[in-house]
Every structure is written in structure tokens, then in C-alpha cells.
């Protein structure tokens, strides 16, 4: 329910054909795991949650075909309906055999997650309340060589038994190729793709000034894409001719930084956290070049080319590719170039 702004990410595919029916027979039970669908009302308002328990060590799994050396990124709802500690793993596999288990286990209560008592520790997790008591949690692990598998994997922690009376609500499983989670994608039988989110504006809609203009902007990350053919996500971006550009973009560093294609260099404007807000400042004119990041004093850049007449300002994308997987809360235009002490 918090007002974020319009988000923009790239395209993605849930691998998962049941996302929310975990009764479906895709979903296997084992060591006296039960499923109760539409037990509880889900995040998305209605009764379509999922309750599991079982004895000690009960679970349900959901076989899906992976890629060795690629990251995927496996994620869930979950809330506590009495029972607290629930482990949350992809079992990587060859075929019929394990490889290893990457995971986490999680407090229902309070979404603390710490080092699972079955497998190691995925490389990287993060837990976002999403109000009621619900917690989508998301692990990320690169697939080990060998792999053919990946087994979605919810089960009760070791010692941690429940009964009809209790255990965990869940709902939503997503997996997807990726470092990090991506916004929610329903299945019911098969894999879903979502389309990449593409925002433009064409820079005859709102007055542009090819001589010195500044962009302001009020942002987010959800998650940061590796630097590399499809890396250095935009914030904004003027697009020029022959591919050229004026941008704001990040890199795997989480830097954030302005620059243009024909600078060769480049201004950093502040270091960006996942899920936390920031503000930039971004000038130019022929010749100067400066940028501010959240108040902090202006950092400037001399480039030594003239700067191209662009088509569009393209929002969180780079003509359709270089996605910010996040949120624009808001974006200023001025068709000037303001003084450093403005930019602050």
C-alpha cells in the first residue's frame, strides 16, 4: 500500500505452472506434508492461500528444468498459522541426484531469516512485509555445474512438527532467471511470461531545450542487474541519434552515476540501496556537465563533445532494454540549466 511510483522491469517468466494451487499433483508431498488450499485470505485480497503442515521434516516440492551457471531466483509468501520455523530451498539436482540444497529458514512471525538446518545458506535472500502478517521472501543461488533440476522446495524446519491446528500459510511460488525477485507472476498450468514495462516521452512533448536542460528524479531499486551486455540499468535516459545518449544508470557497484556515450567519462552521483529511495539532480549544456545526489554538493564533468539532439527521454529503460527493476517516484524536467547550488 505504499505510494512507490510506476515501476518499470524487465521482462521475466515464472517457471513455476502452479503458483498458488499447491494441492495441484505438480506439487509433491512428502514425510506426511498436507496441503489445505483456500484455507486463508492471500495478499491479493482473496481466499486462495494455501495452509501446510505435517510432522517433523514434512515437505512439498515442484520439479523444474534449470541451466547449470545460471542464477535463479526462487520466491514466496508465507505467514504464520501457528507454527513459526519454515525452511525455504531450491534443491539443485542432476537428474535424480542432489547436489545441495540453498536455502534459508524463516520466522513466520517476524520474517527473520537465518542459516537453514538443511543444505548451506542461498547466496543471497531479502524478506519484504507485505502487511497482514505476510512476508514474500526470495532466495537467489547460480545453479551448480551438472545441474538439470531445480526442486522448489517448502518444508517444515527440523524439529519444528505441526499439526491441522496450525503450521504456515503460503501462496504466490515464483522461480525465475535472475539475481533478484521480481514483481509477482500468477500460473495456473503453465508457465507465465510477463512483457518488459517500455516508458517514453517524445522530447517534442514537453518543450526540450537542445542548448542546457536538467532532469530531477526520485527513485528506487528493487534489485541491481550485473554489469555486462544487458547491465547498467537506467533511471532516465535521453535517447540520440546512432545510439548515442545522455543517462542515469547504475552499476553492479550500486553506484550511481550520469554520463554521456561520447564522454568517455563519467559522473557519480551518490551509492543506491535496495528498496531505499533516492534523489538526483542531473544538468547540462554544451561543454558542463554537473549532478547532485540526495543534497550533497554537485559533482561536475567537462565534456568535450556537443551534445546530440535526442528523440525521446525514455523512463527507467534504454530504448526498450537496460530495465530498472524498480520504481520512478517522480521526474522533473527544467529546460535550463540550473546552477549547482540548485541542483543541491
Known amino acids: 500500500g505504499s505510494l512507490k511510483g510506476l515501476l518499470i522491469e524487465g521482462q521475466r517468466t515464472n517457471l513455476v505452472p502452479y503458483s498458488?494451487?499447491?494441492?495441484?499433483?505438480?506439487?509433491g508431498k512428502f514425510d506426511g506434508g498436507v496441503i489445505v488450499p483456500d484455507a486463508a485470505t492471500s495478499p491479493d485480497g482473496t481466499s486462495n492461500a494455501s495452509q501446510f503442515y505435517g510432522s517433523d521434516n514434512a515437505h512439498v516440492i515442484e520439479d523444474i528444468n534449470a541451466t547449470a551457471g545460471t542464477t535463479y531466483t526462487y520466491s514466496v509468501f508465507v505467514k504464520t498459522n501457528g507454527t513459526a520455523d519454515l525452511t525455504v530451498a531450491i534443491n539443485y539436482r542432476a537428474g535424480g541426484s542432489t547436489i545441495n540444497y540453498y536455502g534459508v529458514d524463516i520466522d513466520t512471525t517476524t520474517g527473520a531469516v537465518s542459516a537453514p538446518a538443511l543444505g548451506v545458506q542461498a547466496a543471497s535472500s531479502n524478506v519484504q512485509d507485505v502487511g497482514n502478517g505476510w512476508f514474500r521472501l526470495s532466495i537467489s543461488q547460480e545453479a551448480p555445474a551438472t545441474t538439470t533440476?531445480?526442486?522448489?522446495?517448502?518444508?517444515n524446519r527440523t524439529g519444528s512438527a505441526a499439526s491441522s491446528s496450525d503450521g504456515y500459510l503460503i501462496y504466490g511460488a515464483q522461480l525465475e532467471e535472475g539475481s533478484f525477485a521480481t514483481s509477482y507472476i500468477p500460473t495456473s498450468g503453465s508457465t507465465v511470461t510477463r512483457s518488459p514495462d517500455i516508458a517514453s516521452i517524445p522530447v517534442s512533448a514537453f518543450g526540450y531545450n537542445q542548448e542546457a536542460g536538467t532532469v530531477v528524479v526520485e527513485a528506487s531499486f528493487n534489485g541491481f542487474?550485473?554489469?555486462g551486455p544487458t547491465g547498467f540499468p537506467r533511471i532516465w535516459q535521453l535517447d540520440q541519434s546512432a545510439g548515442d545518449y545522455l543517462a542515469l544508470h547504475s552499476r553492479q557497484a550500486k553506484d550511481v552515476r550520469y554520463r554521456d556515450s561520447?564522454?568517455?567519462?563519467?559522473?557519480?552521483?551518490?551509492t543506491a540501496t535496495e528498496g531505499v529511495a533516492f534523489r538526483t539532480a542531473a544538468a547540462f549544456s554544451d561543454g558542463d556537465a554537473a549532478a547532485s545526489g540526495n543534497g550533497g554538493v554537485a559533482s561536475?564533468?567537462?565534456p568535450t563533445s556537443t551534445l546530440d539532439?535526442?528523440?525521446n527521454?525514455?523512463?527507467?529503460?534504454?530504448?526498450?532494454?537496460?530495465?530498472?527493476?524498480?520504481h520512478i517516484k517522480s521526474i522533473q524536467y527544467y529546460p535550463r540549466r540550473l546552477t549547482d547550488a540548485q541542483l543541491q
Open 225 to 227: 542487474t550485473p554489469d
Open 20 to 27: 498458488e494451487d499447491f494441492s495441484n499433483a505438480a506439487w
Open 300 to 302: 561536475t564533468a567537462a
Open 262 to 270: 561520447e564522454w568517455g567519462d563519467h559522473v557519480t552521483v551518490l
Open 309 to 311: 539532439m535526442p528523440s
Open 149 to 155: 533440476l531445480a526442486r522448489a522446495f517448502i518444508g
Open 313 to 326: 527521454l525514455s523512463l527507467g529503460n534504454a530504448t526498450g532494454d537496460r530495465f530498472l527493476n524498480g
